[in-house]
């Protein structure tokens, strides 16, 4: 069993043998104490990496020759939107950095930057890895577009909708915390987490993509930040004015609504997932933010995270 400090002060190459299971745990292990911002800021200082370090000449090998068209389709599928999802929140965060204390703007300047470095990531995959076509960032976003889930629009779409709203008053603690809920908890919390035990699960258990493998575990550690900064503005936002959980109890009940209404499913069994599978994933996923932090749920919000439906989407 990895030792917790070790996830926290690996570099790439240490990365590479983390268990995407350790990695989670250390995403979970400060929930309930939650760290400050300035605490979070000095993680990132520490935890940089270099996306340009990352060696794909294996995952070509093992993309071309090893994994099977199923495969490749699942892993395309399930990971595009983590492609899109990341170049949303990299443009759209500085709204959200807008308001709040100094503390929160400093270290929201390093989780901006964080998301630059994993669109940067899925970039050099998908033109490198998978033979997407494109000249620029933004071509091989047009090409992967095609593979994107209902998921992905429908919680993006709301969140591009709350950004618009929190442009019109980025200190209006109501609408910041309808954005929060949506991108801390539920994007980040539940559906990107999700998407990272599924992939990198599949890649340690077969032995594939070592590149990938290492560059999205180092994107893992990076949420444990995330989600973290994400869990303690929700709580102390709560904290501060207690009218505000109704607020998050209303988005959780707009994104449960919109996830009932998929009719696209992902094909995960090819990566050793069924939908059942998924499904409990996400489930506890979300349980377990919302345990740590405290935030309870009225009886017909527990009755819909009972059935969500398995569909994924990340950023």
Known sequence: ?????????????????????????????????????TELYKRYLRQ?????????????????ERMSQEERDAFVGISAGFHHGERQVEVE???????????????????????????VFFDRFYREVVGMPGDSVQDVLDASFEHVSETFVGPFGL??????????????????????????????????LSVMKITLTYCRERGFLPGYYTGFTATCRDEARHVQFGMRFLRDSVQEDPRLLLQIHETL?????????????????????????????????LH??????????????????????????GG
């Open 1 to 37: 069993m990895t030792e917790l400090s070790d996830v926290a002060a690996s570099d790439l190459r240490g990365i590479r043998h983390l268990d995407i299971d350790d990695v989670l745990a250390y995403v979970h292990r400060d929930l309930k104490r939650l760290p400050d911002y």
């Open 159 to 192: 969140l591009a909708y709350q950004a618009d709203e929190l442009r019109k008053d980025p200190e209006d603690p109501a609408a910041r915390v309808r954005y929060g809920t949506t991108y801390f908890l539920w994007i980040e919390g539940v559906l990107a």
């Open 93 to 119: 965060l500085p709204v959200f950095m807008l308001g709040g204390s100094e503390e929160s703007k400093i270290y929201m300047s390093s989780q901006i930057e964080d998301e630059a470095r994993h669109t």
């Open 288 to 313: 377990m933010k919302l345990v740590d932090v405290g935030i309870a749920l009225p009886p017909d919000i527990q009755d819909m995270i009972a059935r969500i439906q398995p569909e994924l989407a």
């Open 253 to 285: 009940r707009t994104i449960l609504a919109i996830n009932a209404a998929t009719s696209r499913r992902l094909a995960l069994e090819s990566l050793g997932w069924s939908p059942e599978e998924v499904r409990r994933l996400m489930i506890r996923q």
């Open 48 to 64: 940089r990496w270099d996306v340009y370090e990352l060696d794909f000449s294996q995952d070509i090998v093992d993309w071309r």
